[in-house]
T-cell receptor, first 114, second 124 residues
Framework: DAKTTQPPSMDCAEGRAANLPCNHSTISGNEYVYWYRQIHSQGPQYIIH???NNETNEMASLIITEDRKSSTLILPHATLRDTAVYYC???????????????FGQGTILTVHP | EAGVTQFPSHSVIEKGQTVTLRCDPI?????LYWYRRVMGKEIKFLLH????????ESGMPNNRFLAERTGGTYSTLKVQPAELEDSGVYFCASSQEPGLANVPGQKSSYNEQFFGPGTRLTVL
């Protein structure tokens, strides 16, 4: 079962920042927060991940609260092509047999409108 | 560099028939994963190969599903016999070293799973 909670849907105007929240109150100390997205009819696409520090790459920024119980994915200038389902995933660290798998929840449907 | 490829893109079969899905991971990726999304449900993990070995097959729904990765390159997922509830989209993903997430300074192209476009399976 997914260990994260996300709003089912959000809207954003093109060119504005999209801020997608995620709650993961039961996250363990060695678990990372990953974000993927799925654009219609494509396979999921990796966006970003982090442990406790904020992270930024060419696609997005990830802000993780100090207690690590929640995070926010920020798309700084949303475009129409960013319309997708966004998944926040808590992923097990190395060790054990199941460290590799991703556990997807329902995600957030982000609609970027003109 | 070629991404993860899957074949076929679509398959329509009748209940009771056999179907084999194929996944070609990114060259050099030891880790290969199968996932599926059945209608109206979330994407679910099926299994994880490290090279030719099954690291985790906890998500395989039943013994009608058989995954192989002989030689540690491409993988096949066979469904025999197919049932109506097997309809859905089957995704394959590959990655380099999933276990390096905790290495300080290790950035994560190693941990990123690259997904293929999926195979849409319809069982009639």
């Amino acid at each position: 079962d997914a260990k994260t909670t996300q709003p089912p849907s959000m809207d954003c105007a093109e060119g504005r920042a999209a801020n997608l929240p995620c709650n993961h109150s039961t996250i363990s100390g060695n678990e990372y927060v990953y974000w993927y997205r799925q654009i219609h009819s494509q396979g999921p696409q990796y966006i970003i991940h982090g442990l406790k520090n904020n992270e930024t790459n060419e696609m997005a920024s990830l802000i993780i609260t100090e207690d690590r119980k929640s995070s926010t994915l920020i798309l700084p200038h949303a475009t129409l092509r960013d319309t997708a389902v966004y998944y926040c995933i808590v992923r097990a660290n190395a060790g054990g047999t199941s460290y590799g798998k991703l556990t997807f929840g329902q995600g957030t449907i982000l609609t970027v409108h003109p | 560099e070629a991404g993860v490829t899957q074949f076929p893109s679509h398959s329509v079969i009748e209940k009771g028939q056999t179907v084999t899905l194929r996944c070609d991971p990114i060259s050099g990726h030891d880790n290969l994963y199968w996932y599926r999304r059945v209608m109206g449900k979330e994407i679910k993990f099926l299994l994880h190969f490290v090279k030719e070995s099954k690291q985790d097959e906890s998500g395989m729904p039943n013994n009608r599903f058989l995954a192989e990765r002989t030689g540690g390159t491409y993988s096949t997922l066979k469904v025999q016999p197919a049932e109506l509830e097997d309809s859905g989209v089957y995704f394959c993903a590959s990655s380099q070293e999933p276990g390096l997430a905790n290495v300080p300074g290790q950035k994560s192209s190693y941990n990123e799973q690259f997904f293929g476009p999926g195979t849409r399976l319809t069982v009639l």
